[in-house]
Structures are given as C-alpha cells and as structure tokens.
C-alpha cells in the first residue's frame, strides 16, 4: 500500500487539521466580534458547525502528532472508518451553515445594500464576509481530509 497524501498519521494529514483547525478558529473569532451575528440563525449555525470542527480537528491533530512520535499505525479499516464517518459528518454540517451564512451575507451586502444603508453595521458586515470565507477554507481543508481517507479505505479494502 502506498503512502496517501492527507491521510491519518501522516505529515500532510497532520497540516491539513492544523489548516483547519486555525481556518475554523479565526472565522469564530471573526464571527464573535462582529456586533449582532447572534440576530441570524444562519450565523449561529455556522459559529456552532465551526465550533464542532475546531474540536474535531484538534482532537485529530493531536492523534496524528501521537501517531507521528510513537509510529502509530493508523491505516487499518477500524480508525479509517472513524476518521470517515466523523469528517463526513462534519464536512456536510459545515457545508449547510456555510453556505447558510453566505446567503445571508450576500441578502445583506449586496442584495439589500443593509451594511451600506447602516453605517454602524459596515464592520459587522466587512466581518460576516470574512468568517464566511475562512468557513469555506474550513470546510475545503476538512473535504481534502475526508477524500484522502476514503481514498485510504479504498486502497485498505482492496489490498
């Protein structure tokens, strides 16, 4: 079996949940300081989806670095299917909140021109957009880890 790149116990997978772990940190920390994103559920969806991906990929990034020192194997059917089933589980929530959240910034940037219209909400909206984009970089690194070990089940079960 060859080495996948992104896979669990590996350098690459180790920097793909540190990307999403710092990726999924600053869009809550972009959303919490924004004034009134608690007025949309669709924010709070997203700050709850990025809060469940930060713990997830903490908790996996520190069972990579374990894996990392002591030479743990991971790439046996049982941890994959783990692996698999909790970052599909999350990729999906954090896919509906993020898109979720996108809708509602775009109603109130472009759409309503609501952030134009209300001087005291240009920070607040310039800050929705950006937790957006860093969700989606989120979500993005956490599709990566989700292919690449479906990938390694694959390549596991066929071996």
């Not at 772990?21 to 969806?45: I, R």
């Not at 089933?85 to 979720?100: F, K």
């Amino acid at each position: 079996m060859k080495d996948i790149a992104g896979s669990p116990g590996t350098w690459s997978g180790l920097a793909l949940r540190a990307s999403q772990f710092v990726c999924a940190a600053g869009s809550l920390v972009a959303m919490g300081s924004a004034l009134g994103f608690t007025n949309y559920s669709a924010f709070c969806f997203m700050a709850l989806s990025m809060c469940l991906q930060l713990i997830w990929s903490f908790i996996l990034a520190c069972i990579d670095i374990h894996s990392l020192k002591t030479n743990w194997d991971l790439h046996n059917t049982r941890h994959v299917w783990k692996y698999i089933i909790g970052d599909w589980v999350v990729a999906i929530a954090s896919m509906a909140a993020t898109s979720s959240s996108a809708g509602v910034a775009i109603l109130l940037v472009r759409d309503t021109q609501f952030c134009r219209v209300h001087d005291e909400q240009l920070v607040a909206c310039s800050r929705y957009k950006f937790s957006v984009i860093l969700a989606f970089m989120a979500w993005s690194f956490i599709a990566a880890s989700a292919g690449s070990t479906f990938w390694l089940l694959v390549s596991i079960i066929h071996v």
